[in-house]
């Protein structure tokens, strides 16, 4: 058992979750399934560790890119060697960093040389994560987190848009 930090994206920015004695063989996972439903034991199995705004909609925009592309970002890389326990290269990593798509954890490995995993333990607690977000994020008034995913949301569709080569 080890400790696990979940990385999850927003519209308003990263935050990393931790969830202390966690099995990585996937054991918990009817317990975290159940655990979903109510917020009260939800937030005493995973807690808020860091978290860190994006400071304008260009920057959020250039995030979602590169998190819908794969890649790692310098804003995420900083976060993570800053909030991550520091692993020294000749011992063994002492957590695990759950993230969302394998391909991801990749990225990751590749740019800051941490070992991201996912599972389905991982992807549950991800699914609590986004379903009780604004009660968790006090600081965040629900109404600001709606309009920063409706204005990323629009913002990423344009991009998009203008970037087919068949429209």
Not at 18 to 43: C, H, M, P, V, Y
Not at 71 to 83: I, V, Y
Not at 110 to 115: F, Q
Request: hydrophobic content about 40%; some cysteine; charged content about 25%.
């Amino acid at each position: 058992m080890s400790q696990l930090f979940i990385l999850y994206e927003s519209a308003s920015g990263y935050c990393l979750f931790s969830k202390e004695e966690f099995d990585e063989a996937g054991g918990q996972l009817s317990k975290i399934q159940k655990a979903i439903n109510d917020l009260e034991r939800f937030t005493k199995m995973v807690k808020l560790a860091a978290y860190q705004p994006f400071t304008t909609a260009e920057e959020a925009l250039e995030n979602i890119t590169d998190i819908a592309a794969n890649r790692c970002s310098n804003t995420l890389k900083n976060f993570l060697t800053a909030h991550l326990p520091a692993t020294k290269s000749s011992k063994k990593q002492k957590f695990l960093l759950g993230v969302f798509a394998p391909m991801m954890g990749q990225a990751i490995f590749e740019a800051t040389g941490i070992t991201a995993s996912w599972n389905e333990s991982i992807s549950e607690l991800q699914r609590g994560v986004r379903t009780h977000f604004v009660k968790i994020m006090k600081k965040i008034d629900s109404d600001d987190v709606k309009r920063a995913q409706l204005g990323l949301g629009h913002s990423y569709s344009r991009q998009k848009c203008a970037t087919d080569v068949n429209r």
